[in-house]
């Protein structure tokens, strides 16, 4: 069986296209904060990307880099700035922050309605009840990266292992809606499923999104499964230039040829999160000046 692989940077090019001639003719840019706190060598690699994404749509774009001694009343009152910045559309906080800063009260802190990541409880529950303000990049990703490759979601069995509040929970939510894509039997896996392999290798579709490098391998997959690998994991490599690579949380090595379809790690979902990102801050722009999305 031949493996189709979902690349996500040709759907990324495509939304950063279509969000360039959106804000090419909007009367000003939407406006995206991003705070990084610490020195985490993946976050600062995502952040990079965001600011690269946003100008090459034309978005304005600040970034607050603090060191990981940072106080929380520091970070807080940095976010109440923000908040009250009229230029500012959207506000990210990368996570994971430093174990001394309280994530539960900083995500609290961001306005709602600039919560363009959609990590507040406000809207993690309008998500719940199938009203969704901003769903969340990597779900909203994983959804128009299958939605692009005509993969068929409806009535389909989906196993998700990893129950993540970023990634798990909601793309559990969202595939169980009655909405296209959507209206999928969820199983949502994690380290306490029984029998793992009987599970995911029954699915039609299986998302791996738990962070371990290669976990998922043949045993775990179906013939002609569907696969999305969310992970990103650097482990050693001595046969590569830099010492390192980037694996996902799929032995694709392995599988190929065993399923239908696989994102690649790089290039798979990675791309889709951060166009994602930018879509969510150019929807909150236009809610803000009351133009709708």
Known sequence: METRLLKGKPVRDAVFAELKQKVDAAPRPPGLAVVLVGDDAASAVYVKHKEKGCDEVGFHHVTHRLPATTKQEELLDLIARLNADAAIDGILVQLPLPKSLDEEQVLLAVDPAKDVDGFHPENLGRLMAGNPRFVPCTPKGILRLLTEYDVPVSGRNVAIVGRSVIVGRPLAMLLALKTDPGNATVTLCHSGTRDLPAVTSAADIVVAAMGAPRFLGPDHLGEGAVVVDVGINRIDDPTH??????????????????????????????????????????????????DGA
Not at 262 to 287: D, K, Q, R
Request: aromatic share 2%; hydrophobic share 40%.
């Open 241 to 290: 230039p830099k010492g390192t690579r980037l694996v996902g949380d799929v032995d694709a090595a392995a599988v190929k040829g065993r399923v239908s379809a696989l994102t690649p790690v790089p290039g798979g979902i990675g791309p889709m999160t951060i166009a994602m990102l930018l879509e969510n801050t150019w929807e909150a722009m236009c809610t803000r000046e009351g």
